[in-house]
């Protein structure tokens, strides 16, 4: 450090022959400033450059990488997160090349130096998570833009990389707090190794619950699902992650979200995955009392249906045939059942709300009551 002085001509004060940089006045430090530039070599170049152009460029980086609106706040925070371990970079960097000294493996270095490794693993792992998606993902469109999904292999191929890389800088970091020896190493790995396994069981179920409903190819990104668990859920699969499924719930439009593991345990009925062209075979039912002739009851349905036609409801599949039987003949009254089709799944409470509108106005004008009767049966002996 006072070779360096020297070389940039300026007199360190005598009785602090070591004395810093950031001791210097304003003066000194920026008459020393071309000097310093002087001194920047290509590799120090080449990694303040790239650190101010990340820095510059970093929002349409993440947003290209994470696929979010720029209004989500989860948006700002990873952006901030990106920001600061950019600068963090930068600082640690400097602080390195002109004032620690390259030979120089302080404390204050090694602190510095951790947030860059974790920096650069977090940053390798949303790169490679954003690079497998895009080359082995499934194209899929979900509400009017067309999104990346995940499948079985890129789940697999994420973990896996993720896992590699966790390994990677965890022996770096091992290496950077000076743990050289194999015994000091091994007991900081198997330290983390034995907390992983007492919590295994909060968050593997979730992992492979996951891996098995994507390899299933039962639950995708855009699918209509109804939960039928403790409480029934009517929603769209919003986004599949490692540990949960976000479930955007179409009647309250708010989103949900559903462990791995807790969405296997439960009922699920696919809507958007029909086997028929079609498209999802509906029914309406209405219990209705015996003393009303089936041929008025049919006749009734058959109306309200017509003026559903009429009416052009969005999402009706109208070219085909509406089917009308009677599904029950129960202890107080005869169940009909009202089959249509429509492939419009998103809109299916839609649809459901208007054609009981339009059933309910067509039984007064028939005179025709929907309500379920009660019957009252007395035993004579």
Known sequence: MLSDLQHLDIQPDQSKPMESLTSMSVNDLFSAMPELIEQIDLTTGIVITLNILLIIFSKPLVGMVYQESQYDGRFNQRLTVFRVLNLIILVAFGYY???AGRDNHSLALKLLTIPVVIYLAVL???LAS?????RYGKQREI????RQIETYHTRLLTLFVQILIFIISLITIVRILGFNTLLEAGGVIGFIGVLLALTQGSWAPDIFSGIIILNSDMVEEGDVLLLQGQERVYGMVFKTKVFHTEILNLINNHRIMVRNSQLRDQ?????????S???LREKLSFKIGYDERPSDVKTMLEQAWNQAVEQQISGLETQYPVQIVIGDTGDHAVE???FYHTKDIEQLPRIRAELNEIFLETSIEHNISLATPLTHAVNQT
């Open 143 to 146: 509400k009017d833009q067309v």
């Open 336 to 338: 009909w059942w009202v």
């Open 124 to 126: 390798s792992v949303h």
């Open 277 to 279: 062209a079609k498209g």
């Open 97 to 99: 090349q002109f004032y």
């Open 130 to 134: 954003y690079w497998i998606l895009k």
């Open 267 to 275: 009922i699920i009925h696919n809507l958007s995955k029909f086997a």
